[in-house]
């Protein structure tokens, strides 16, 4: 009989995240979270051809909020006619969800893989279903996944969801359609060549390049303080995904959560840190409450040149880490690879080499 195991790993996802979970025992399971920018698919396609003839499936496909370089990926995952994968539940906040609870309107990607997931996926994402976030009062939410593994949610927070509606609803109405409309959202995709298979997404391949000027991209306060975070546990091996959650609300939820479990402060094996490593996403606060050996970066910082040095060098000082994990070795991630920051800090930092597919964490 196999041990229990947990390993989590990342795939060079330029700027974004993916990030793949396999746990179990003598069965694997798998989670999918987050899809990266739209060229992360090749990546994707590459993991899922390493996994054993017959046994592409996944428990769980998380998107943790709809900025594109976490959708895009999963747009184009979807996309695919047959799907390559099979897949029992689908977690997204899509507009469908959030008008529910809040009347939200969620953006172009959001429209776009709404309309895949209602088309390739229908019983593992439920379009009507409840938005998947925190309430402000009461006992933090949980579930458990069939194999075993127990997520909490951490984040969105309602007045976070609320936040986005403003940006949203502007962004939806310059596309020319209603958010919502899955129809009119499944013909403005069939329009983006970028995401569309060999073949053509709805079996034709019409000339698209004329509708390539304009790219979507979008990176605010308000859709990374919607992001989906939890903590995921499995056979006393734990991890936090923070996606790139606001650190009051995971501060808060964490807070909660060590009152629910009578303890100072949460105590697991590895944090994925939320936003790539941004100094305003990582607070003193937060990382008080955290106590962990290893936190994962997943960066090239060719964007927004995470991570940065504040986030790290608080890291260091309050996290007390014994690994920190890079996906990338870049100018920003070169300061703390050096034989003489480790040496200071007490670390040992691990980087993805050039030639590896993902960066794996074995827990």
């Not at 809040?102 to 953006?107: F, N």
């Amino acid at each position: 009989m196999t041990s229990p195991f947990l390993s989590v790993e990342l795939l060079p996802a330029r700027h974004g995240d993916c990030i793949w979970i396999e746990y179990g025992g003598d069965e694997v399971h798998r989670i999918l979270i987050d899809g990266g920018p739209v060229d992360t698919f090749e990546r994707i396609q590459n993991r899922l051809a390493q996994t054993p003839a017959g046994d592409q499936a996944f428990e769980l496909i998380m998107l943790s909020h709809v900025d594109a370089d976490h959708v895009e990926g999963l747009v184009r995952l979807f996309a695919e006619n047959p799907l390559p994968l099979a897949v029992e539940e689908v977690w997204f906040n899509g507009w469908r969800q959030m008008n529910q609870a809040h009347g939200l309107l969620g953006p172009l990607q959001g429209e776009f893989l709404s309309a895949l997931l209602a088309e390739r996926a229908p019983r593992a994402w439920k379009s009507g279903g409840p938005a998947w976030l925190v309430p402000n009062q009461g006992v933090l939410p949980t579930h458990t996944l069939e194999g075993g593994m127990k997520l909490t949610l951490l984040s969105p927070t309602p007045a976070k969801l609320d936040k986005m509606a403003k940006a949203w609803k502007k962004a939806i109405r310059k596309e020319g359609f209603a958010p919502g409309d899955l129809k009119a959202a499944w013909k403005a995709l069939a329009q983006r060549k970028k995401f569309l298979p060999k073949k053509g997404l709805l079996g034709t391949t019409p000339d698209l390049d004329a509708l390539l000027k304009k790219q979507f991209l979008r990176d605010d306060a308000a859709p990374n303080g919607s992001s989906i975070a939890v903590l995921a546990e499995y056979e006393g091996k734990s991890i936090l995904l923070l996606a790139d959650a606001h650190p009051d609300a995971v501060a808060n939820s964490i807070e909660r959560l060590c009152q629910e479990r009578g303890t100072d402060c949460l105590a697991v094996d590895a944090v994925k840190l939320a936003h790539h490593g941004s100094k305003h996403n990582t607070s003193p606060a937060l990382l008080k409450k955290i106590r962990s050996p290893r936190y994962l970066v997943s960066t090239n910082g060719d964007q927004f040149r995470h991570p940065d040095q504040e986030c790290i060098a608080r890291l260091l000082r309050l996290g007390k880490p014994s690994h920190l994990y890079f996906n990338y070795q870049s100018k920003y991630t070169k300061p703390w690879l050096t034989d003489a920051a480790q040496k200071k800090f007490r670390y040992k930092a691990v980087v993805r080499g050039a030639e590896e597919l993902t960066l794996k964490v074995d827990l």
